[in-house]
């Protein structure tokens, strides 16, 4: 075992092995989480083929957090992959034990298990990681859809993330996500960092901790750490969309509830949803009376998102991930 060493020498300045502990949350998909297993090894090859830079020690960790422990025969016929068994539901739970997991690492690196990185997206996080001592660095996740996609789906925007597009490799960041991350644990051991429980049913728990970890240190982009998301069909539908819309915004609302809690922001965020709720109606409206169906579904995304803020910011919780109940209630002084 290695032991961690203090990130403020991390960049590629300094010497030693870093380990970085590569960690993959799994529910109900074997076969998935199996493929992307298979996709890993090259990843570290490309990382330990890099010619003067700093020696790295990869390993690599599944979390399952299927109750019957689905994925523990598969995921052990992976030499040289690490199989852990967390029962509680939510993500927050998941991502936790992959913290208390990588005690001897240097860096975690989180990675959802139906994605396929792209080459080099391993080495290109590490190295952004050492050059520039970031608490954290985070790359583009692009989501792959099928060519008869609804075209209402399509000119909506549901699935696109281009707020980063250009963005340069090394420029600062103010959240992630942790469907493509790597955290500096020497950060987050400095401010005892935690994925907050309260989120882990509704999301919205990797924006909270990314946030109160840029705080420590920057957090920065690398454009050629790319990950690809196949979107399941079953999410290729309005409903699912809309929905979708409606529980970023929500999760998104309960985020600035836990950094600024106070009855200013709660009253912004009503407000704003309440805008954004009434004007989304009144374009969608305007869409399908004119046939345009980017107003339309442009305009049904904006409804969502609005209705997601005004409840969040009523105490109102949507829980995307419950097995079970889809809402509770939060009281507003909480």
Not at 22 to 45: D, F, I, N, S
Not at 120 to 137: K, N, Q, R, Y
Not at 161 to 169: N, P, Q, S
Not at 313 to 323: D, Q
């Amino acid at each position: 075992m290695h032991p961690a060493v203090d990130g403020s020498a991390r960049t590629a300045d300094g010497g030693g092995v870093r380990r970085v502990l590569v960690a993959v949350p799994t529910y109900r998909r074997p076969e998935v989480v199996g493929r992307l297993l298979g996709e890993l090894p090259e990843q570290h090859r490309s990382l330990s083929g890099r010619d003067g830079r700093h020696p790295v020690e990869v390993d690599v960790l599944v979390i399952d957090n299927d109750p019957d422990g689905g994925a523990r025969d598969l995921v052990r016929a992976h030499p040289g992959v690490r199989y852990v068994h967390e029962p509680r539901p939510g993500l927050t739970a998941v991502r936790n034990r992959a913290l208390d997991e990588s005690a001897d690492a240097d860096a975690l690196v989180f990675i959802d298990d139906d994605e396929t990185p792209a080459p080099g997206w391993l080495a290109g996080l590490v190295d952004t990681w050492l050059s520039t001592g970031a608490a954290g660095v985070s790359g583009p996740v692009v989501s792959l859809l099928p060519d008869d996609l609804d075209p209402w789906i399509r000119a909506g925007g549901f699935f696109a993330r281009r707020y980063r597009e250009g963005l340069a490799t090394g420029a600062p960041i103010l959240e992630a996500a942790t469907s493509n991350l790597l955290v500096d644990l020497a950060a987050v051991r400095e401010r005892g960092l935690r994925f907050d429980p309260q989120f882990g049913l509704s999301g919205g728990e990797d924006s909270l901790f990314t946030r109160r970890l840029a705080d420590v240190r920057p957090l920065r982009w690398c454009a050629e750490a790319v990950v690809h998301d196949p979107v399941a069909p079953e999410r290729l539908t309005r409903a699912w969309v809309c929905r979708r819309a409606l529980s970023l915004a929500n999760s998104g609302a309960r985020v600035e509830l836990a950094l600024r809690p106070s009855p200013t922001t709660r009253a912004r965020l009503v407000a704003g949803g309440t805008v954004r709720l009434i004007g989304g109606g009144l374009t969608a409206a305007l869409g399908r009376a004119s046939g345009s169906a980017e107003r339309s579904a442009r305009g049904a995304r904006t409804r969502w998102r609005g209705a997601g803020l005004l409840l969040g910011g009523l105490g109102l919780t949507y829980l995307e991930y419950g097995r079970g109940r889809r809402w509770r209630w939060e009281r507003p002084g909480r």
